[in-house]
């Protein structure tokens, strides 16, 4: 699907007070300044692919000390696992996978996931990627209203391994034009 959505990476600043004025003029690079009403349904992109290494892998488990055999123990995974080899841990894929598509908007901020689905086993040296799918929008709060998109993870040549759909509320640009459509909040 094609689409009319204008990126704004690196066109406007932050413009932060605690750094020489003439470097917080300059654009952020990777990072994005769209509203709610910016952002449109059906937009979809697709990330560059990654190949899990198994020392991240490892580095990852040790992080959240997640030790189950299927993850970090060889032997196990080789003669009594029933996949004959090491998996990546899911919340690793998970974290990896949005990763790849994530943004850096200065106006959106996570509410949740839902529907977060383990669909197959991704396994140290595979390489993945992710597609992200706008999916949906609604006025919510005074200030800002809530999005949803999926996260599509995929390894090899396209064979689907996690499914997700990500919320994140996002700041209007005009919020005037949603007085009366959001929430009562207290």
């Known amino acids: 699907m094609g689409s009319s959505f204008e990126p704004t990476v690196g066109i406007a600043s932050t ?19 769209w509203f709610y009403e910016d952002w449109q349904p059906g937009h979809r992109i697709r990330s560059l692919r990654r190949t899990i290494a198994e020392g991240e892998s490892h580095m990852f488990n040790t992080l959240v000390v997640d030790i189950h055999p299927y993850v970090q123990d060889q032997m196990f995974a ?11 841990a899911g919340a690793f894929v998970f974290s990896a ?22 669909i197959k086993p991704v396994f140290i040296g595979e390489t993945i990627y ?8 609604k006025p919510r709060y005074e200030d800002m209203g ?21 919320l994140q509320t996002v700041k209007y640009k005009n919020p ?3 007085a009366g459509r959001t929430e009562k909040t207290s």
Not at 130 to 137: A, E, F, M
Request: aromatic content about 12%; charged content about 25%.
């Open 176 to 178: 005037a034009e949603f």
């Open 130 to 137: 992710t597609v992200r799918t706008n999916l949906d929008k």
């Open 97 to 118: 996978g949005l990763g790849l598509v994530a943004t850096n908007c200065v106006n959106a901020f996570s509410y949740g996931y839902d529907k977060l689905r383990f």
């Open 15 to 33: 413009r932060p007070r605690n750094m020489p004025q003439e470097h917080a003029e300059l654009p952020v690079w990777n990072a994005e300044n």
């Open 146 to 166: 809530l999005i949803r998109a999926s996260y599509e993870v995929f390894k090899g040549e396209g064979e689907l391994v996690l499914y997700c759909e990500h």
């Open 78 to 88: 080789e003669s009594e696992g029933m996949f004959g080899r090491r998996l990546v």
